[in-house]
């Protein structure tokens, strides 16, 4: 058995004791929390414990699922418990990923240890489709579409306007442009040609709503560049209709082979999830198995998606995928 620990309990956390409920070859030790552990509720009441006793159980984790937020969490933990442990984060901050890789890496090749970092579907498989689109038809192009999903950082911002009580904002995908790109026409899209966005907002009483909506579809960096719908709804409608965390989205590759390149591919990935947290976590789980395996072989430093080999992802062995899934 995989014995797995959790540092952090939000929606990733939560979503890592469920999908290591459902792995056989995995059992979770408990969860660590920078929080008072009797505040924290568990699904399956596995032990919450405070973060600094964690370095008292080194002994019976083999994999430490990290589940704190990109901002200001991962960039913190994710190096610090590299040194002590195995660990995998799903760091999402792209920019940032070389620089968080740097930190990291240094960490698990000091108490040489495996981590992965920037694990789940963006990055995550996403990017390894990219890859694959790239390496396999170099003369191409390649198109990332998100959505029909709900960006946290864009309902966030909404929240933080004067007025406005809770919203939740979808990403959506400009169909004619998928279309357009599925027919390998490759299209040049402009920012507002491949997202819409759809904004469904409780304002509190009394509330100018004209203001509060002009200043969604203005906002720079959040909005300005797309075309953007505002609704205003009740609280009771946004609880009963929009507390779902969906998301997904489509990578493309699309190129040309032979000697005229007179042949045109269409390389399509899509995801559609119901719960962008419990997918995420059930990826992240998947790889903590391949960072097992990993130091298993007394392999040491940190790794991304593009270094894991897909055998070591999946809980049969070599002999029964080579049989059933080749
Ligand atoms: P949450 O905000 O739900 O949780 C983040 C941390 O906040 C938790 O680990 C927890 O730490 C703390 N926390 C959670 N709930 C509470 C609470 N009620 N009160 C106080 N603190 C709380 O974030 P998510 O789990 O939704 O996402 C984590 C990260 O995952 C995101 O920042 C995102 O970057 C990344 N992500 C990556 C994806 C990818 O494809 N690579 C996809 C989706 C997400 P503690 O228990 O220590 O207090």
Redo the contacts with the bound molecule.
Sequence with gaps: MIKIGI?????????VECAVSKSNDMELVG?????NPET?KTHTNVPVYE?KKVYDMKDQIDVLV??????N??PKQTAELAEHFNVI?????HAKIPEHFEDVNKASVNGKHISII?????????SLNRLYGQAILPNGNDYTFWGKGVS?GHSDAIRRIEGVKDARQYTIPVEVSLESVRNGENPDLTTRQKHTRECFVVAEEGADLERIENEIKTMPNYFSDYDTTVHFISEEELMRDHKG?P?GGIVFRTGTTGFDNENKHVMEYKLTLDS??E???S?LVAFARAAYRLASEGQYGCKTIFDIAPAYLHPATGEELRKNLL
């Design positions: 540092v952090g309990y939000g929606n990733l956390g939560r979503g969860v660590f929390s920078r929080r924290v973060m990290l589940c704190g937020g990109s901002a969490d991962l984060d799903s760091f999402d901050t920037s694990v789940g579907w963006d990055p995550g498989l996403f946290q965390i998301h962008n947290p997918f995420t976590s990826v």
